[in-house]
């Protein structure tokens, strides 16, 4: 294949905008955050370079994959692990975010313009990541649920006349 013919990144000139592709970054909640951003780095770029600018958003759209598969994870293991009743209140919560995250998108959707559309795409994401760690959650205590009655053998009684 001839070098000239081979598309090049300058090519294609991006924006800020285009980074507005998919879902946004997660938001990581505190409580779980140390476990889920473990030997991950955030790191800086300058927004004006257009090569930096395309490996930047392969690498947020990596590092976001990898982010919400250690959300799903966490909550699942929360679910499996934390007192029955603490995890009925974290599904609760989550429910409660989920409804308040959709409300507030209905209401995004009569903001016009660049910043209607900054709001619903930032609110649409959250929206998804909070019901992918309530699946998780809930997967987690379906799981423990079926382990539980295992976990305590039942003993056959012998009785002798």
């Known amino acids: 294949m001839d070098v000239d013919s081979q598309p090049t990144m300058e090519e294609t000139i991006l924006v800020g905008d285009d980074l507005m592709?998919?879902?946004?970054?997660?938001?990581?909640p505190q409580e779980i955050?140390?476990?889920?951003?473990?030997?991950?780095q955030i790191n800086d770029i300058e927004p004006f370079c257009q090569d930096e600018l395309a490996l930047y958003?392969?690498?947020a759209e990596k590092r976001d994959k990898e982010l919400r598969q250690r959300l799903q994870d966490s909550e699942r293991?929360?679910?499996?692990?934390?007192?029955?009743?603490q995890a009925k209140e974290r599904?609760?919560?989550?429910?409660?975010?989920?409804?308040s995250l959709e409300r507030r998108l209905i209401l995004a959707s009569g903001i016009e313009g660049i910043e209607g559309?900054?709001?619903?795409?930032?609110?649409h994401g959250r929206l998804t990541d909070t019901k992918r760690r309530l699946e998780s959650l809930k997967l987690g205590m379906e799981n423990r649920k079926e382990d539980e009655p295992s976990k305590s053998p039942t003993r056959k009684r012998w009785f002798f006349w």
């Open 91 to 99: 599904t609760g919560q989550l429910e409660s975010e989920v409804t």
């Open 117 to 123: 559309f900054r709001q619903r795409w930032s609110l």
């Open 57 to 59: 958003r392969q690498c």
């Open 21 to 28: 592709m998919g879902l946004p970054s997660p938001v990581i």
């Open 33 to 40: 955050a140390s476990h889920v951003l473990q030997g991950l």
């Open 77 to 85: 293991k929360l679910g499996l692990s934390m007192p029955l009743d």
